[in-house]
Nanobody
Framework: QVQLVESGGGLVQAGGSLRLSCAAS????????MAWFRQVPGKQRELVAAVSRGGATDYADSVKGRFTISRDNAKNTVYLQMSSLKPEDTAVYYCYAYVNVNVQYWGKGTLVTVSS
């Protein structure tokens, strides 16, 4: 089992920055990829950024150049540094851990609100 706890969400003005953290506990060694997703009411959850065990990253087009995902394997933590935030970035952000095709874990989410 893996537990994921997000932190760092909050209210920020457009153009500002926030850093989200996701602390993983439990069977950490089983985790391969980690990622951040986000969801707004009435819409599907969407991938924001992902990082592999080896550090390879991938981003949604909408956040490229503004968001940076990183992973500290020693601290079992994944981060999402968000800069130049826009009102359309407002969402609940979820941490995700992929073990294999049959086993994935989600955090409970943290709310990010960007005011215009």
């Amino acid at each position: 089992q893996v537990q994921l706890v997000e932190s760092g969400g909050g209210l920020v003005q457009a153009g500002g920055s926030l850093r989200l953290s996701c602390a993983a506990s439990g069977t950490i060694s089983s985790i391969n990829d980690m990622a951040w997703f986000r969801q707004v009411p009435g819409k599907q959850r969407e991938l924001v950024a992902a990082v592999s065990r080896g550090g390879a990253t991938d981003y949604a087009d909408s956040v490229k150049g503004r968001f940076t995902i990183s992973r500290d394997n020693a601290k079992n933590t994944v981060y999402l540094q968000m800069s130049s935030l826009k009102p359309e970035d407002t969402a609940v952000y979820y941490c995700y851990a992929y073990v294999n095709v049959n086993v994935q874990y989600w955090g409970k989410g943290t709310l990010v609100t960007v005011s215009s």
